[in-house]
């Protein structure tokens, strides 16, 4: 049966604001956008205070991190960990859950965290885990999400702290079991644009692989048409691990090995330099900025260069919040406060970012709009809430006074997955508590064995 969607307001990049139309879909695209309803047999949505936008797509995320270092990470004074807080928190919970946590414990974590993503608003998404979390794609495609899957590859594994105190790489080479794992996958669960699941690379940065395997992941992404995801310049001692091996700053270093193009998304790009940054936009690659995960440790995304150069810019959120409308309402002000112009980081500029401009970056024009012949993964926000009231523009009011919780139907492949704030298929509260206890597992074990730092493990008692 064909689905209409009857909004207050429709908006998207190639079209701008409209109002009161009606969006007809028809298998897993849209068909037809009318002025009118038309007098057919077909399920109906219409919702008086609604703003009907294309899917919000999260072009940089890590599930798996959400529930796992929730709280845990945050609000951390200098000095309360016995280190840098990779080596003495984020490192060691990730090798226990590696030890102790099956692969129904893990698809259970992932599910609560794109649970949260999907009744949020976001409909696709490109996601970077490690091979033991491969439960992620048929959790996400039983959700309904869209997502692009790109898994670590490593040639140097294992990251630990050098005499000198800098991070090291270490470890056997695995840069032919990363590389084989990928294949493996592609072939086993890449389903392309007519399904939910595709299948990229996701070599993990410049300083842990090797020249000769980021240029086999570029030769083999170029004849299978797949996304390469990669961090790129997101700290200086990235940078400066890359110039002492290759005599060349990280964005160079890319270049040369043949991943500063089209199909590539850097993630990041926190340390890049203005030259840096109007290179990769003439290459035509993309950057995947995550603002709240750089706020958490007290840093700001250079949201003001990244859109004066004109580079081609998705947001994600890293898997430190889900939601991508707090993602997008962060990036905004950081723009305005960066640039000291408050028309920086409109409402239809990051909205841009986070829909057409992200469906470009990956590849695929035929999402990210709403458009007769587009893909139907589109989101309506319900704007009757209080805080919104009165509307004078319904994109501005969504990103400056919004929350994702207010996504009211969530439409993926042409198909309702949420509806009145309701997941359609599956039980939300179980999902949920079946995650928590996952992690709270994980959580417990951790302290038993010290892997929470002392003064971390002590505020969660004091509160």
Request: overall charge negative.
């Amino acid at each position: 049966m064909a689905l209409l969607l009857s909004p207050r307001w429709s908006w998207c990049a190639e079209t701008g604001l409209r109002e009161r139309p009606h969006i007809l879909v028809e298998g897993d695209r849209i068909a037809a956008i009318l002025a009118e309803p038309p007098s057919l047999d077909a399920e109906r949505i219409a919702l008086e205070d609604g703003l009907l936008l294309p899917g919000l797509i999260n072009l940089h995320n890590h599930a798996f991190s959400a529930p796992l270092f929730r709280g845990l990470a945050d609000d951390i004074a200098p000095g309360a960990l016995p280190g840098h807080i990779l080596f003495s928190l984020l490192m060691p919970l990730g090798d226990l859950v590696a030890e102790i946590m099956d692969p129904e414990e893990i698809g259970d974590a992932v599910e609560m965290a794109l649970l949260e993503c999907l009744m949020t608003g976001t409909t696709a998404m490109l996601d970077i885990w490690r091979p033991q979390q491969r439960a992620f794609i048929p959790r996400a495609s039983a959700l309904g999400l869209r997502t692009w899957s790109c898994p670590y590859l490593f040639t140097r594994p294992n990251l630990a702290m050098g005499a000198d105190g800098r991070p090291e790489w270490r470890g056997e080479d695995a840069s032919e079991a990363s590389f084989d794992f990928v294949m493996r996958l592609f072939a086993e669960a890449h389903e392309g644009p007519d399904g939910l699941a595709s299948v990229g690379f996701g070599p993990h940065g410049p300083d842990s692989n090797s020249p000769e395997l980021l240029r086999r992941v570029d030769r083999a992404a170029r004849e299978m048409g797949a996304i390469v995801s990669i961090h790129c310049a997101q700290n200086p001692l990235e940078i400066a691990a890359v110039e002492a091996a290759h005599g060349r700053r990280s964005v160079a270093h890319l270049a040369e090995c043949g991943l500063l193009r089209p199909g590539v998304i850097l993630g990041h790009c926190m340390f890049a330099t203005d030259e840096e940054i109007e290179r990769v936009r003439d290459a035509g690659a993309a950057i995947a900025s995550c603002p709240l995960g750089f706020a958490r440790s007290g840093r700001a995304v250079p949201l003001a260069r990244f859109l004066a150069s004109g580079v081609r810019l998705g947001i994600g959120t890293d898997g430190v919040t889900l939601d991508m409308v707090d993602e997008l309402r962060a990036a905004a002000v950081l723009a305005r406060t960066q640039s000291g112009d408050p028309s920086q980081g409109a409402a239809e500029r990051m909205l841009a970012a986070a829909t057409r401009d992200s469906a470009d970056a990956l590849g695929r024009p035929d999402l990210g709009r709403l458009t007769p012949g587009s893909r139907a993964d589109l989101v309506m926000f319900d704007l009757s809430a209080p805080r919104y009231q009165p509307v004078w523009n319904p994109l501005r009011a969504l990103l400056t006074n919004g929350a994702g919780r207010d996504a009211h139907t969530v439409v993926t492949a042409g198909r309702l997955r949420v509806a009145n704030r309701t997941l359609l298929r599956g039980d939300a509260a179980a999902i949920t508590r079946r995650g928590a206890a996952a992690i709270a597992r994980v959580w417990a074990e951790a302290e038993r064995r010290g892997a929470i730092p002392a003064a971390i493990a002590a505020r969660r008692a004091a509160a």
